[in-house]
């Protein structure tokens, strides 16, 4: 098991960057592909970027291709979100997730979740 805990989130202006990580407990962290999902109010969570276990492929959702960039170090247990170019629809709730399977983009895929890091976008 992993337990995924978030943090970095806060209040930033349009186009400016910030990045969130996420520690996760337990020493399997390797052998799960971690990822970032993120919900603002109303709306439904969606998929925004996944890590594989060894770092080695990565996938982003098209509204933030090019401008985020996730990354891990199994070392630290830990997985990056670094989210540059920031827009005011970006603002969301992101939270980290956990499968021992491959990457998909559908949150009912994921096993486990952090409590999730708010991101205000400010125009």
């Known amino acids: 098991q992993v337990q995924p805990v978030e943090s970095g989130g806060g209040l930033v202006q349009a186009g400016s960057s910030l990045r969130l990580s996420c520690a996760a407990s337990?020493?399997?962290?390797?052998?799960?592909?971690m990822s970032w999902f993120r919900q603002a109010p109303g709306k439904e969570r969606e998929f925004v970027a996944a890590?594989?276990?060894?770092?080695?492929?990565?996938f982003y959702a098209d509204s933030v291709k090019g401008r985020f960039t996730i990354s891990r170090d199994n070392a630290k247990n830990t997985v990056y979100l670094q989210m540059n170019s920031l827009k005011p629809e970006d603002t969301a709730v992101y939270y980290c997730a956990a499968r021992r399977r491959a990457m998909t983009t559908n949150w009912g895929d994921y096993d486990y979740w952090g409590q999730g890091t708010q991101v205000t976008v400010s125009s």
């Open positions: 337990g020493r399997s962290f390797r052998n799960y592909v």
């Open positions: 890590i594989s276990w060894s770092g080695g492929g990565t």
